[in-house]
């Protein structure tokens, strides 16, 4: 009865509620910056859709490793071992200096092949400038990130929030001043979209740092960290469940990145609308991801106590909040189709392009949130070699053939690429319900 779960929604929404707003918070900047950026120009709207589609595959390699975190500290503080919490945070910041760094460096050397993926001259060259700003970007980043996985682990999620909300409004002003020149400074465009980005990510680590000090909790644990030692076979346990995340994360933004490149290939109007359109997805999305990245923690924390009952009502209650959430948002899409996009161009081309792909994003808002929900569930088991598998079918063996396929042989054009995404989220979401039935009855047999 739906009575029954009541208080599973109470819960889950009082942990997920900051880590919504985070993930609303990071994805409302990002909105904007479309929108300023679609104000200078719809080439430059252009170069930052090609930009952000390759940053943002490495990005989400070096966040899925972090992930591993918070299922792990989930189940030491379930089962009330603080020296096992301590060093898994240990550990984690030890992996994520030698991590980060390596992944800075790579997408600083890609920003010099960017020239051969086939885009128009001019994206190209605004797109490199702008790449690299974000590739120093990167390092606080995700520094932010394994912080904020500590955290979430913890069960404390409202200083990432906090965090997130200063630097997002960091971001916006800075935008403001730098794109358009304001204030006495030169109007520098879509760089000054980059610079803006880069200052406010620097703030993210910093801020966030402070905030748990002042958390009697996380102060506690931070003080045993200097206690226990780092281990190569703590950090191998990490990647045990980290790699494959990072692994499925990168397959899936895979998708939507060569959908980018693919839509460079047609045009520079048609790559400006993928990015809005994509962008308001993205948003949709990150607050499912938010009410997911909840469920991970409570799902693990539940196994830690072996409260399998309530476990399962845990994962029940989100797949239902989630669904509900992505219904209402597909019926917006639909309804506000035309009005969207005027919020980020003027371009009557990109405005009306931008509207046909929002449809199709309509139509996989449901399959979007129930994948995103289930792994989210599947990560609180530290289940994440078969999802990673899972998705190399869903993405690369349906999806991208499947977008490739209607665009150019079917001749459906940039709707034909997003058809590969309804294709390849459907897929996912259907397999990945099916591994959270099989795991939970796996539970239940012990």
């Known amino acids: 009865m739906l009575s029954d779960y009541l208080i599973y929604y109470k819960r889950l929404l009082k942990l997920a509620f900051p880590l919504v707003l985070t993930q609303a918070g990071q994805m409302v900047v990002q909105l904007v910056d479309n929108a300023m950026v679609g104000r200078v120009g719809t080439t430059e709207l ?26 792990l500290i989930g189940h030491a503080l379930g089962a009330k071992n603080d020296k096992r919490v301590a060093s898994i945070m240990k550990n984690s910041l030890v992996l994520s200096l030698f991590l980060v760094t390596i992944l800075t460096l790579l997408t600083w050397s890609l920003s010099w092949f960017m020239h051969l993926m086939g885009q128009p001259e001019l994206v190209w060259k605004m797109a490199i400038p702008y790449f690299r700003i974000l590739a120093i970007s990167l390092l606080p980043f995700l520094l932010f990130m394994v912080l904020k996985q500590i955290g979430e682990g913890l069960n404390n999620t409202w200083w990432a929030m906090i965090a997130t909300i ?57 003080t045993l960290v200097p206690v ?24 899936e933004v895979s998708l939507f990145a060569l959908g980018a490149v693919m839509m460079g290939w047609i045009g520079d109007v048609p790559l400006a609308a993928h990015q809005i359109a994509l962008g308001l997805a993205s948003f949709t999305f990150m607050i499912a991801n938010g009410v997911a990245m909840a469920t ?36 917006g899409f639909l309804v506000f189709r035309n009005q969207l996009p005027k919020i980020f161009t003027l371009d009557p081309l990109v405005i009306s392009q931008a509207a046909s792909l929002i449809v199709v994003a309509a139509l996989f808002q449901l399959f979007d949130g129930l994948q995103v929900v289930c792994l989210g569930v599947l990560r609180g088991f530290a289940d994440v070699k078969i ?13 991208i053939p499947v977008s490739y396929l209607f665009a ?39």
């Open 387 to 399: 999802p990673m598998i899972i998705a190399a079918i869903s993405y690369l063996g349906i999806g």
């Open 46 to 71: 252009a170069a930052a859709s090609f930009a952000n589609s390759i940053f943002v595959v490495i990005m989400v390699f070096g966040l899925g490793i972090f992930l591993g975190v918070t299922p």
């Open 408 to 446: 150019f042989k079917f001749n459906f054009g940039p709707e034909g690429i997003w058809y590969g995404f309804v294709a390849g989220l459907a897929t996912a979401g259907i397999l990945l319900s099916f591994r959270i039935r099989k795991k939970i009855k796996e539970v239940e047999k012990k």
């Open 296 to 331: 991970t923690i409570r799902v693990s924390f539940q196994l830690g106590l072996k409260a399998y009952n309530s476990m399962e009502k845990v994962t029940l209650s989100a797949i239902h909040l989630v669904l509900l959430y992505m219904l209402l948002c597909g019926i």
């Open 166 to 222: 200063l630097s997002n409004v960091l971001n916006v002003a800075l935008n403001y001043v730098l794109i358009f020149g304001k204030m006495g400074f030169p109007e520098l465009g879509l760089i000054g979209a980059g610079y803006a980005t880069l200052i406010s990510r620097v703030t993210m680590p910093i801020l966030l740092f402070v905030g748990f000090m002042l958390s009697k909790k996380m102060r506690h644990y931070f």
């Open 228 to 251: 226990v030692k780092s281990s190569i076979k703590e950090i191998k346990r990490i990647l045990d469940v980290g790699f494959p995340i990072s692994i499925q994360l990168v397959i």
